[in-house]
């Protein structure tokens, strides 16, 4: 039974990424590897890759938000913060105009801002926007540009191409810009998939976004109602009901825990708290459960046909081993969908599992 509060202000929230710093948790970990990578002799480009609603787009917000209490020299840095499905980012004089005003936004609020070299009011040009890079880089400024939703940029091939790609490697590569990019998958996955040949797609390292680690999400029902401060809004009791119904994925968590805060703040049961959260969730969990159960169909019967069918082709293999070699080229198939394995890779592992390649070369 969920107890009634006279609390009104519920600190959980699911509709899109967490604005106030107050309120974002957890993703310690995440967050040290990002900065260390921010802060290290040579900066190194970070891609943050996960599901959708597993939290990427709060995280790369959150790290533009506090990375001056996160760094010890913070004035070396100017980092902005850009989503690319903003609609003036469409072409690639738009994507330059708009990540420039971002650059000039965080120089603008830097302490020395009146002495540093001034970023140009137009920047619609790569050369130009080089050139004030180099600029920043000579007066000991770090830039960093955190980009949302990298995926809006393909739809626009004609724009963003291999040579606009290959200008932003350039400018990682000379160190004078490095790159956050949020994307559900892997950009070698999109390098392959869209056939580009830049070494972008090779960005410097991946973070794959999970669900929380169990104290992370035991942290997150705790938050308290006031953002200064406070005993948790949920009791323990309702902290329970929410972490069973939510799990660990961050999105089904901080729903299940917004629901639960409601119903303790009107009187409501758990009855109306589950009602709500299934209706809700519905659509999304129906997703995560029907891939879930085709997967598990192609781990137990694909394994076996595949088996089989290498069986067919030359050798002579029992069920028992039909059904492993099957699991193998499975996994091999997933590895190379994801982006994890590359084409010469996975040609190579599949020869071998086949016993049609040969040794180490």
Same mark, same amino acid.
């Given at each position: 039974?969920?107890?009634?509060? +006279?609390?009104?202000?519920?600190?959980?929230?699911?509709?899109?990424?967490?604005?106030?710093?107050? %309120?974002?948790? &957890? %993703?310690?970990?995440?967050?040290?590897?990002?900065?260390?990578?921010?802060?290290?002799?040579?900066? +190194?480009?970070? &891609?943050?890759?996960?599901?959708?609603?597993?939290?990427?787009?709060?995280?790369?917000?959150?790290?533009?938000?506090?990375?001056?209490?996160?760094?010890?020299?913070?004035?070396?840095?100017?980092?902005?913060?850009?989503?690319?499905?903003?609609?003036?980012?469409?072409?690639?004089?738009?994507?330059?105009?708009?990540?420039?005003?971002?650059?000039?936004?965080?120089?603008?609020?830097?302490?020395?801002?009146?002495?540093?070299?001034?970023?140009?009011?137009?920047?619609?040009?790569?050369?130009?926007?080089?050139?004030?890079?180099?600029?920043? *880089?000579?007066?000991?400024?770090?830039?960093?540009?955190?980009?949302?939703?990298?995926?809006?940029?393909?739809?626009?091939?004609?724009?963003?191409?291999? %040579?606009?790609?290959?200008?932003? =490697?350039?400018?990682?590569?000379?160190?004078?810009?490095?790159?956050?990019?949020?994307?559900?998958?892997?950009?070698?996955?999109?390098?392959?998939?869209?056939?580009?040949?830049?070494?972008?797609?090779?960005?410097?390292?991946?973070?794959?976004?999970?669900?929380?680690?169990?104290?992370?999400?035991?942290?997150?029902?705790?938050?308290?109602?006031?953002?200064?401060?406070?005993?948790?809004?949920?009791?323990? =009791?309702?902290?329970?009901?929410?972490?069973?119904?939510?799990? %660990?994925?961050?999105?089904?968590? $901080?729903?299940?825990?917004?629901?639960?805060?409601?119903?303790?703040? +009107?009187? !409501?049961?758990?009855?109306?708290?589950?009602?709500?959260?299934? =209706?809700? *969730? #519905?659509?999304?969990? #129906?997703?995560?459960?029907?891939?879930?159960?085709?997967?598990? !169909?192609?781990?137990?019967?694909?394994?076996?046909?595949?088996?089989?069918?290498?069986?067919?082709?030359?050798?002579?293999?029992?069920?028992?081993?039909?059904?492993?070699?099957?699991?193998?080229?499975?996994?091999?198939?997933?590895?190379?969908?994801?982006?994890?394995?590359?084409?010469?890779?996975?040609?190579?592992?599949?020869?071998?599992?086949?016993?049609?390649?040969?040794?180490? $070369?």
């Amino acid at each position: 039974m969920v107890i009634p509060s +006279t609390s009104t202000t519920n600190p959980f929230y699911f509709g899109g990424k967490i604005t106030n710093p107050a %309120r974002f948790v &957890g %993703r310690r970990a995440e967050l040290r590897f990002i900065t260390q990578r921010m802060a290290g002799t040579q900066m +190194t480009s970070v &891609g943050v890759v996960g599901e959708r609603r597993i939290g990427k787009s709060s995280l790369i917000y959150h790290i533009y938000q506090t990375y001056p209490q996160r760094l010890n020299d913070p004035q070396r840095f100017l980092v902005g913060q850009v989503s690319l499905q903003d609609a003036r980012v469409r072409t690639e004089a738009g994507f330059l105009q708009t990540v420039g005003s971002a650059i000039a936004q965080a120089l603008s609020q830097h302490p020395d801002a009146a002495t540093l070299p001034a970023w140009p009011v137009t920047c619609t040009e790569l050369v130009t926007f080089s050139q004030s890079l180099q600029a920043l *880089a000579g007066a000991d400024l770090r830039t960093v540009l955190c980009l949302d939703e990298f995926e809006a940029l393909l739809d626009a091939p004609e724009e963003f191409d291999d %040579r606009f790609y290959d200008g932003l =490697r350039a400018l990682m590569d000379d160190q004078l810009l490095m790159l956050i990019v949020a994307s559900a998958k892997p950009l070698i996955y999109y390098g392959s998939r869209f056939r580009f040949v830049s070494r972008f797609f090779n960005l410097g390292n991946t973070l794959y976004l999970e669900e929380f680690p169990e104290d992370e999400a035991r942290e997150l029902v705790m938050l308290p109602a006031d953002v200064t401060g406070g005993p948790p809004a949920l009791g323990v =009791r309702d902290q329970e009901m929410a972490l069973a119904l939510g799990g %660990r994925y961050p999105f089904f968590l $901080q729903m299940a825990a917004y629901y639960v805060c409601e119903a303790q703040a +009107t009187g !409501r049961g758990e009855d109306w708290v589950r009602a709500q959260f299934r =209706r809700q *969730a #519905g659509p999304y969990r #129906g997703l995560r459960r029907r891939l879930g159960q085709w997967m598990a !169909r192609q781990v137990w019967q694909a394994p076996a046909w595949l088996g089989r069918a290498a069986g067919w082709l030359g050798a002579t293999w029992d069920d028992v081993r039909n059904w492993i070699v099957g699991i193998l080229i499975l996994l091999l198939v997933i590895l190379f969908l994801t982006g994890v394995l590359p084409v010469q890779e996975f040609l190579t592992w599949l020869l071998r599992v086949l016993g049609l390649g040969g040794g180490s $070369q």
